[in-house]
């Protein structure tokens, strides 16, 4: 009988990434549930002190999401006492800022994240976490 000429079949890379990224994410929201926010809260939150009072276009900008998406997460980081809202230059802008309580969970919540860094880079090693990378900057 003649070798069958078709490829292997493989499992499709964007699920398997998809999949990937999810229990990346739960190892993350994992370690902060102690402080009470998810990965995605936390990320909001730093750039928002990274970047001082800002837009929610610009956040959603930095963050890479669309302003409707922003709007709702900054609504509940506002009802958790985490952001507040200010009056930009023009009174028409609205401005995110970290509250005093916003600042305090991120100073709670730093060492929990090196925590999950540090579970993800054992668990993914050298040369995965730079296959990561490498896929992030090309695309």
Request: charged share 20%; aromatic share 2%.
């Amino acid at each position: 009988m003649p070798a069958s000429s078709s490829p292997p079949s493989s499992s499709c890379y964007c699920i398997t990434l998809r999949g990937a990224a999810r229990k990346i994410s739960a190892i993350y929201d994992a370690a902060l549930a102690p402080v009470g926010v998810t990965i995605g809260q936390l990320s909001l939150l730093r750039r928002v002190r990274r970047h001082g009072p800002l837009s929610l276009t610009e956040l959603g900008r930095l963050a890479e999401l669309d302003r409707s998406t922003i709007g709702r997460n900054a609504r509940v980081l506002e009802k958790m006492g985490l952001v507040e809202g200010r009056t930009g230059a023009d009174q028409r802008e609205a401005l995110l800022a970290l509250s005093p309580a916003g600042l305090a969970l991120l100073e709670q919540a730093a060492p929990l994240w090196d925590a999950a860094q540090a579970e993800i880079e054992g668990r993914l090693g050298a040369e995965g976490l730079a296959a990561i990378a490498r896929l992030a900057e090309d695309f």
